[in-house]
């Protein structure tokens, strides 16, 4: 009974920082997989970050490499996105993402992701 909650989402002009949260229950597996998605009206879902639940290690899409940074709490029941140096194209829902599949499986293809939490909408203003 997996459940994840997004928040930390809002409105910033070009260039601002947000740090998204990912509560998460119900997901026991020590290795994993945890990432954000995002999704942009008229857009196809794009994967932003993923990492290994046990291990941290990271991915990245080649867009928010060197801007966002994927982490997780001591207890792996937190999962966040700092996103440094926001652009207006970082418009979207951001939701975060679980997978019963390790992260060099999964990558960023949302297929691999079965449990979804409800997205928090970020907005960037030029």
């Known amino acids: 009974q997996v459940q994840l909650v997004e928040s930390g989402g809002g409105s910033v002009q070009a260039g601002g920082s947000l740090r998204l949260s990912c509560a998460a229950s119900g997901y026991t597996y020590d290795t994993g997989c945890m990432g954000w998605f995002r999704q942009a009206p008229g857009k196809e879902r794009e994967g932003v970050a993923a990492i290994t639940t046990g291990g941290g290690t990271t991915y990245y899409a080649d867009s928010v490499k060197g801007r966002f940074t994927i982490s997780q709490d001591n207890a792996k029941n937190t999962l966040y996105l700092q996103m440094n140096s926001l652009k207006p194209e970082d418009t979207a829902m951001y939701y975060c993402?679980?997978?019963?599949?390790?992260?060099?499986?999964?990558?960023?293809?949302?297929?691999?992701?079965?449990?979804w939490g409800q997205g928090t909408q970020v907005t960037v203003s030029s």
């Open positions: 993402a679980a997978a019963r599949y390790y992260c060099y499986t999964a990558r960023l293809r949302g297929a691999y992701f079965g449990y």
